[in-house]
Every structure is written in C-alpha cells, then in structure tokens.
C-alpha cells in the first residue's frame, strides 16, 4: 500500500514540476502576485500607460511657456550672463532661457568661452559626460571614429578639424543642443552645465591633439627626454 | 472476538503517518519552493515590441548604461529612453532604418506616441524605491539587474522581494563598488575579503546607512 503512495507521490511531484517549472526559468508570463494586496495602486507612476488620456500617456506635455517648479530660471543666479559660482548640481538645468549660459549666444552672435570658472573636477566631470554621450559616434578622442562610424553612421564630424577648433564655444553649445546635419539634440539628455563641461573637455581633447614640446610641464620633458 | 481488526491493520496508523508526514512536507515544500518571488519573479522575460539586445549595445559597442538611461543619476526613475534616443543612430539613413524590427521605432518617431516597452522590474506600489541615491552610493546597476549586458532579450535577474533588499541594507559593504565601476558591468571583486574590505571602506567614507526600519522604504 505504501508503494503505491510513493509512486502516486513522485508522480504528483513530477506533475507540479512539469507545469510550474522551478525557480528561474525563463517564462513570458507576467509575475503572480500571491498577496495583491495594494501592490499595484491606482496611481500613476513616472512613463507609465494611462487609460484616461486619449494618447494613453499619463505624462502631460508641460503649457507652452511653463518654468518647472523648484527650477530658477538661469538668469536670475547672476546678472552677467554667467552662473557664478554655483556648482553643476544646483536646479538650474532644464529652463529655456534667453541668456548665454543657456544658448551659447549674445544676441545674434555666438558667444565664445566657458560661463563659469572651469575646475578639474568639472574636467573630469565633461570627460565622464563626453565618454558616455558623445564618444559613441565621435570617438573618444574626437577624430570622428566612434564605434557608430563602424556600423554605417556617415557623416560624423571629425572635432579634430580646424573649422570645430575655431568654432565658437556658443555654437558648439547650440549643436549640442539642438543638434546639426545627421546629429540630433541632446538638449534633452544634457543637462545645461553639463554641456558646457562637455566643451571644455572637447576643447582638452583639440589641444591634446596638438601639443607641442613647450606645452608639456617641465617634470614630464624631462622624464621625456630620457626616453631618447 | 479474537479477529476483529485483521493482522494488516496492526502497521496503518505507523503507514498512515508516513504517507501523512510526506504530504505534509510536501505542501510546505512546495509553498517555500514556489511562493516566493524567487520563483514568481525571476525569469521574467517578455516579449518587447522591439527585440533590443543589451548585449549588442551594451557588450559588443561598449555604450554606457547612461547613454539611454540618462537620467538615473539624478532621478528616483530610471528614464526608459525616449524614441528619439533610438533615432539618434537608426534613424533615416542610418543605422538599420529599414530593419522590419525597427518597425515600431519608425512608426513611434512618425505618430510621435511612445513605444508600448513592456515593464519588467516592479516593485510593489507600497515600496517606495530610488535609482539615483543607490548608483550614486556605490551600488551598480549588476547588484539589481544582474548581467544585463549579457541580456539578447531582459529578464528579471533578482527578486525583487524585501528580503532580498534587506540583504543589502543590513550589510551594504558586501555589494559596495568604486564610483568608478559602477556602470561597469564586467567588474566584479577578485575575493570575498577584498569585497568586505573596500565595502566597509566606502561605507564609512560615504556614511551609508541604508535604512532597516519600516519608514525606510514604506513611506
């Protein structure tokens, strides 16, 4: 009698096991949840679908004209033009405004030279940036040679090229921006002081290119000099 | 009188109480194995409307999490990235454009409404949870989404459940990384020890002290 139980038993096993699979395989069926209870709300939560508005996003296209809130407008942190010394991390990044700082021009001209006091951790900070955004077509030394030129992106600007070395600071902000020819902006995805970071880690990147013997610290000509 | 309950009967009670001890051990098998999120959640891995490989962008072009994702560091959500992301490379007469995978990033740029991404990775709407004060103290991307960068098609590596949280939170300096390492998917600690070492390390240096109360995360 018990080995008929043991039988039935490891067959009833087996068939648990053939239906429900054991942990971690691989399966298309979204997650039970075994105690629903308030696990999922009526709320919406950031890029999630909504069934009330007619596009079915539940976030909003923001007023023509709004200023987000807890965001100051760029120019009110200084009356030159430039954000003093307020740090990349202040919220101050995505309003639109008319100066400088936010589109790279006075007036009808393109402006040149970075708004704010350039330190060697905002350096880094643009090659962090660089590295992530831009290297990808550009390369990471800027010669036009990122991995996208390898799989059939034309028509990457070479940044290495006289015309991007005598570009404004401003214009090169306004490409980031809003993009030029096959590149498109990275408004949207570079945060203002970042941009800004970026250029002057670009402009590191043009004169790294370039260095002459007088350029180097007088420590590493001589440790140069050595390898002759 | 002497044969009222035959010879056989003598061994039931003992047979009855095996067969009850299995089924018993059983059932209890069963709900430990299977009603858990290790067994709920893991391997969830649904079709998306377009198969984007984490392997090829991630792997093999050596793209950086934050590329797409760009707003982890600063945000509590981690943004999936917008069509224009993808359109930055595949867009017309660039890479792959007429790929009939690509159909629904086409059709997503023309009528300017979001690609349906099927979510995989949820917390319950009770837990409240925070991309940016995790990255940006020491804990990758790996630590929760596992070898993402492996990935042809994302799966839920983790659980997700709040034991699986609270391993972390009671001792961050077994997970801690350098800020360097990230988003760097291929790192991973040579030892146990050195792991505990440079955790305790970055604990104190950075003073993370992740919450273990109830408001910590129930809020």
Redesign the interface.
């Known amino acids: 009698?018990?080995r008929y139980?043991?039988v039935g038993?490891s067959l009833?096993?087996l068939l648990?096991v053939s239906i429900?699979g054991?942990?971690?395989?691989?399966?298309?069926?979204?997650?039970?949840?075994?105690f629903p209870d308030?696990?999922?709300?009526a709320?919406y939560?950031?890029?999630?679908?909504s069934e009330f508005y007619a596009?079915?996003?539940s976030a909003r296209q923001p007023v023509e004209g709004t200023v987000p809130l807890g965001y100051a407008s760029v120019s009110t942190s200084s009356s030159n033009g430039t954000m003093g010394d307020l740090g990349p991390y202040q919220n101050i990044q995505f309003t639109a405004s008319s100066d400088y700082v936010a589109t790279g021009r006075f007036g009808n001209q393109w402006g040149t030279g970075i708004p704010f006091e350039v330190t060697a951790a905002m350096m880094q900070r643009g090659r962090e940036r660089y590295?992530?955004?831009c290297a990808?077509?550009h390369g990471a030394t800027g010669a036009g040679n990122g991995?996208?030129s390898k799989?059939?992106?034309?028509g990457i600007a070479n940044q290495q090229q006289q015309r991007i070395r005598d570009m404004a600071d401003g214009e090169i902000f306004n490409t980031i921006t809003w993009g030029k020819n096959?590149?498109?902006g990275y408004g949207?995805?570079?945060?203002v002081p970042d941009r800004w970071m970026i250029i002057a880690y670009l402009r590191a990147l043009q004169r790294s290119q370039r260095t002459t013997w007088s350029d180097l610290p007088t420590e590493e000509q001589k440790n140069a000099s050595s390898w002759k | 009188m002497s044969n009222f309950f035959p010879r056989w009967s003598n061994l039931l009670p003992l047979k009855l109480l095996v067969c009850l001890v299995f089924i018993v051990s059983g059932l209890v098998g069963g709900i430990w194995y299977y009603f858990t999120p290790k067994y709920t959640r893991v391997g969830y891995q649904p079709d998306q409307p377009v198969p984007f490989s984490h392997a090829i962008h991630v792997q093999q072009l050596g793209m950086d999490c934050r590329y797409c994702h760009s707003f982890v560091e600063v945000a509590g959500h981690s943004n999936i990235p917008t069509t224009q992301t993808c359109i930055n490379c595949h867009g017309q007469g660039k890479i792959k454009w007429d790929s009939p995978r690509l159909a629904p990033v086409q059709e997503s740029w023309k009528t300017g409404l979001p690609i349906p991404w099927v979510r995989i990775h949820k917390v319950p709407d009770y837990a409240y949870f925070n991309h940016a004060v995790h990255v940006n103290r020491g804990v990758s991307c790996y630590s929760c989404h596992g070898a993402i960068n492996e990935m042809s098609i994302v799966y839920e590596a983790k659980p997700l459940s709040m034991a699986w949280c609270l391993e972390c939170h009671r001792a961050p300096e077994n997970f801690l990384r350098p800020p360097s390492e990230i988003y760097n998917m291929q790192w991973h600690p040579k030892s146990f020890d050195e792991q505990q070492e440079m955790g305790m390390k970055f604990k104190e240096e950075w003073q993370v002290n992740p919450p273990v109360t109830c408001g910590g995360c129930h809020r």
Do not use: H
Not at chain 1, 22 to 34: A, D, F, N, V, Y
Not at chain 1, 38 to 41: A, E, G, H, I, L
């Open positions: 009698m018990l139980f043991f038993f009833l096993i648990v429900t054991l942990r971690g395989w691989k399966s298309k069926r979204p997650p039970i949840e075994l308030m696990v999922r709300q709320k939560k950031p890029q999630t679908e596009d079915n996003r590295n992530i955004t990808v077509c991995i996208a799989y059939g992106l034309n096959t590149m498109m949207s995805t570079i945060q």
